[in-house]
């Protein structure tokens, strides 16, 4: 059982920045790829960048040059570093993570408003 706890969420102004930390228990997260996704009020959830064992990166276009995301295999943690945030970021974010199982987080707010 991997248990995910996100942080890092909150109210931010458009052309603002917020870093969102993705905890992982459990001693596989190395082999792991990690993914963070992202549900709009009445919208479905989509995915928005992802990193696999070996570091590799793919971003959703909305996202691409904005949003960074990296991980700390001897944390046991995916960050998401986004900047330029615009009003149509706003949403709930959702880490996952993809071994032999799958797991989800329970999600953090994230708002950007003026």
């Known amino acids: 059982q991997v248990q995910l706890v996100e942080s890092g969420g909150g109210l931010v102004q458009p052309g603002g920045s917020l870093r969102l930390s993705c905890a992982a228990s459990?001693?596989?997260?190395?082999?792991?790829?990690m993914g963070w996704y992202r549900q709009a009020p009445g919208k479905r959830r989509e995915f928005v960048a992802v990193?696999?064992?070996?570091?590799?990166?793919r971003y959703a276009d909305s996202v691409k040059g904005r949003f960074t995301i990296s991980r700390d295999n001897a944390k046991n943690t995916v960050t998401l570093q986004m900047n330029s945030l615009k009003p149509e970021d706003t949403a709930v974010y959702y880490c996952?993570?993809?071994?032999?199982?799958?797991?989800w987080g329970q999600g953090t707010q994230v708002t950007v408003s003026s």
């Open positions: 996952r993570f993809t071994a032999l199982s799958e797991y």
């Open positions: 990193i696999n064992t070996g570091g590799n990166t």
């Open positions: 459990g001693s596989i997260f190395s082999s792991a790829t």
